[in-house]
């Protein structure tokens, strides 16, 4: 005995409300009778028998109700089979091909001509394709925006420097980083990639060589600046020596001296 899933939230769904009860009950008798891909044989004798007498159902009313705002019903062979395309997506969710079940779904799918409908794993594989298209679109809008990737080797430093990271990039760091080095010609970029390459770094930046030629020439502050101190000659408390005679007879400098 086949066993399949069930919504137990179903009868609060506005679809079901607004069945009549016959039809509801019809409704899940056609979901638990047909075959694992979601095909219903037609047989409206053998659903009365077995929904009850007293549910009168009638199949152009019941096409009608099912379909009243949206498709949910597929008529096959002129009628002899139905198609009830929510019951795949509700059952298995995303199709796989590697997956025996599935596989054979995809079979009896295709064997009935159904080939207009998107399957989830089509819509799946088209929201990829999408992705990618979307993906190819930024690194084409990157690649317009900082000039420096039209260089070929500006753009292998770069690529070997992100494969080098220990911490994998994201499109935002990839800009950032793009964008520092943009600050410069594109030579010193090229080197301040091959210096994070060389050092296993995960940022970009300047380079060490220029930094330390800078700390070499660059003019020491005023405050640097040593100075030998010198007393003031004409200071009246040190005579100009600089150094005066405490009461204790220690010898001290004197606030002269700058």
């Known amino acids: 005995m086949a066993k399949r899933l069930s919504d137990t939230n179903k009868y609060k769904k506005k679809f079901i409300r ?7 009950l019809l409704w899940d008798y056609i979901c638990l009778d047909c075959d ?4 219903w044989e037609v047989d409206f004798e053998v659903a009365q028998l ?17 379909n009243a705002e949206e498709n949910k019903i597929i008529v096959l062979n002129g ?12 059952q298995y969710g995303r199709l796989d091909p590697n997956n025996r079940v599935h596989s054979s779904v995809l079979r009896l799918l295709a064997r009935e001509g159904i080939k207009g409908l998107v399957s989830p794993l089509d819509e799946a594989k088209d929201m990829a394709k999408d992705k990618d298209k979307d993906k190819d679109k930024d690194k084409e809008d990157i690649r317009e925006k900082y000039a420096f990737l039209k260089d070929t080797v500006f753009k292998k430093a770069f690529e070997d420097y992100l494969a080098g990271r220990k911490k994998k990039a994201t499109d935002r760091a990839k800009e950032l ?3 520092d080095l943009h600050k410069h010609n594109i030579q010193i970029a090229i080197k301040m990639l091959e210096q994070s390459i060389k050092n296993g770094w995960v940022g970009v930046f300047e380079l060490k060589e220029d930094k330390l ?8 502050r005023q405050s640097q600046v040593r100075k030998d101190p010198k007393p003031n000659k004409d200071c009246t408390n040190c005579s100009g020596t600089g150094k005066f005679k405490l009461e204790n007879g220690k010898i001290s400098q004197c606030w002269c001296v700058s």
Do not use: C, V
Request: no cysteine; charged share 25%; proline share 6%.
């Open 18 to 24: 607004s069945l009549p009860g016959a039809y509801k």
């Open 79 to 90: 009628g002899s089979k139905w198609f009830i395309r929510p019951f795949i997506d509700f």
């Open 50 to 66: 077995r929904i009850g007498s007293d549910m009168l159902i009638n199949e152009k009313k019941a096409i009608e109700l099912f």
């Open 213 to 220: 030629k800078f700390e070499q020439y660059k003019t020491p």
């Open 36 to 39: 694992h891909a979601g095909i």
């Open 177 to 179: 980083i793009l964008m």
